[in-house]
């Protein structure tokens, strides 16, 4: 089956070849002009008119198709669909199938290319932005950021009252499409955080590193505690979007703690996960570190661009508010 899924792929790629050089752009030099060679405006592919077209944008009268083509190719996924709003002759250039070739195979590189052939035959016929739109993947280009609170009890200065604190902390997690992601555990303002989020973190920034594994709409996660005594953090999501092709949310369902033996891993930079594949939710490899399942602390984490880090509302201070309960 493999085979002949590896045969329709070159064919596929001639297929998107000729698309972009033929179909989706029409060529023009209107700096000939300048050595007296004048070259009639081609009409727009499918016009039955007869007259010569004439781009009334000057953009367009100076910048070539392949400039054009060549500028989408390096602009993300994301800034391709506001290109696309811009004006027709941008939104028809973007449909080109090779943008969201590229895109997707970045996506999702773990599946291979052969793997990601058949998904797109079978599922989403042949089309690659309607994968790009419809598939479930993780997003690389920000964080994911969950927002908890619980109540802590203050010291008692009168009497008849107790103070009560309500103290708020985020989880975030950012992944990478190679499987591993960063996970750090803080009070501190996403826009603080963002900075130092990366494989480099010194170990006074509490940047943790792990590996996770994606199926369908499924994150399965695990890293590393270092420490005298080490602990395993094994955590289970769910992706969602509340658009199509957003990818902007995900359940946290489960997060277990438990131990693991010194024999087990040598390093935080093991693959931690194949390690703890197939543990029970309540099975632990140090009797020193007992299996928890945390009940609280499992609200959904919220998805913020690295481009909107520093105006998020998640940066908004949070006013420690004490209750005065009658004792």
């Given at each position: 089956?493999?085979?002949?899924?590896?045969?329709?792929?070159?064919?596929?790629?001639?297929?998107?070849?000729?698309?972009?050089?033929?179909?989706?752009?029409?060529?023009?030099?209107?700096?000939?002009?300048?050595?007296?060679?004048?070259?009639?405006?081609?009409?727009?592919?499918?016009?039955?008119?007869?007259?010569?077209?004439?781009?009334?944008?000057?953009?367009?009268?100076?910048?070539?198709?392949?400039?054009?083509?060549?500028?989408?190719?390096?602009?993300?996924?994301?800034?391709?669909?506001?290109?696309?709003?811009?004006?027709?002759?941008?939104?028809?250039?973007?449909?080109?199938?090779?943008?969201?070739?590229?895109?997707?195979?970045?996506?999702?590189?773990?599946?291979?290319?052969?793997?990601?052939?058949?998904?797109?035959?079978?599922?989403?016929?042949?089309?690659?932005?309607?994968?790009?739109?419809?598939?479930?993947?993780?997003?690389?280009?920000?964080?994911?950021?969950?927002?908890?609170?619980?109540?802590?009890?203050?010291?008692?200065?009168?009497?008849?009252?107790?103070?009560?604190?309500?103290?708020?902390?985020?989880?975030?997690?950012?992944?990478?499409?190679?499987?591993?992601?960063?996970?750090?555990?803080?009070?501190?303002?996403?826009?603080?955080?963002?900075?130092?989020?990366?494989?480099?973190?010194?170990?006074?920034?509490?940047?943790?590193?792990?590996?996770?594994?994606?199926?369908?709409?499924k994150v399965e996660a695990a890293l590393l505690y270092p420490g005298l005594r080490p602990t395993v953090l094994r955590i289970r999501l769910r992706l969602?979007?509340?658009?199509?092709?957003?990818?902007?949310?995900?359940?946290?369902?489960?997060?277990?703690?438990?131990?693991?033996?010194?024999?087990e891993v040598n390093s935080p930079e093991e693959d931690v996960l194949g390690v703890v594949e197939g543990w029970q939710e309540d099975e632990t490899h140090?009797?020193?570190?007992?299996?928890?399942?945390?009940?609280?602390?499992?609200?959904?984490?919220?998805?913020?661009?690295?481009?909107?880090?520093?105006?998020?509302?998640?940066?908004?201070?949070?006013?420690?508010?004490?209750?005065?309960?009658?004792?």
């Amino acid at each position: 089956m493999s085979s002949d899924f590896t045969l329709t792929i070159p064919a596929e790629l001639e297929s998107a070849s000729r698309l972009r050089t033929m179909q989706f752009l029409v060529t023009r030099r209107p700096w000939l002009d300048l050595y007296g060679i004048n070259v009639k405006p081609v009409a727009p592919l499918g016009s039955t008119s007869s007259r010569p077209y004439v781009d009334p944008a000057f953009i367009h009268r100076c910048l070539p198709d392949e400039l054009l083509f060549e500028v989408f190719s390096r602009m993300t996924p994301y800034n391709l669909g506001r290109a696309a709003c811009v004006c027709r002759k941008w939104r028809y250039t973007i449909r080109n199938p090779v943008l969201w070739r590229n895109a997707c195979l970045k996506a999702w590189q773990l599946s291979g290319v052969v793997e990601n052939y058949k998904i797109l035959q079978s599922r989403y016929d042949g089309s690659w932005r309607k994968m790009w739109l419809l598939r479930p993947r993780i997003r690389t280009d920000g964080l994911y950021v969950s927002r908890n609170t619980y109540i802590r009890a203050g010291v008692a200065e009168w009497k008849i009252t107790n103070p009560v604190h309500v103290v708020c902390y985020f989880r975030y997690l950012k992944f990478y499409p190679s499987g591993r992601f960063l996970y750090k555990n803080s009070s501190q303002k996403i826009k603080d955080v963002a900075k130092c989020m990366n494989f480099r973190a010194s170990k006074a920034e509490c940047v943790f590193s792990g590996n996770y594994t994606f199926s369908d709409d499924k994150v399965e996660a695990a890293l590393l505690y270092p420490g005298l005594r080490p602990t395993v953090l094994r955590i289970r999501l769910r992706l969602r979007g509340t658009t199509a092709g957003a990818n902007n949310r995900m359940d946290l369902l489960a997060l277990v703690t438990s131990g693991v033996n010194d024999s087990e891993v040598n390093s935080p930079e093991e693959d931690v996960l194949g390690v703890v594949e197939g543990w029970q939710e309540d099975e632990t490899h140090n009797p020193d570190v007992p299996a928890v399942s945390h009940k609280r602390g499992l609200t959904p984490f919220v998805f913020v661009p690295f481009e909107e880090v520093e105006t998020s509302v998640l940066n908004l201070p949070v006013e420690k508010m004490d209750y005065y309960v009658a004792g």
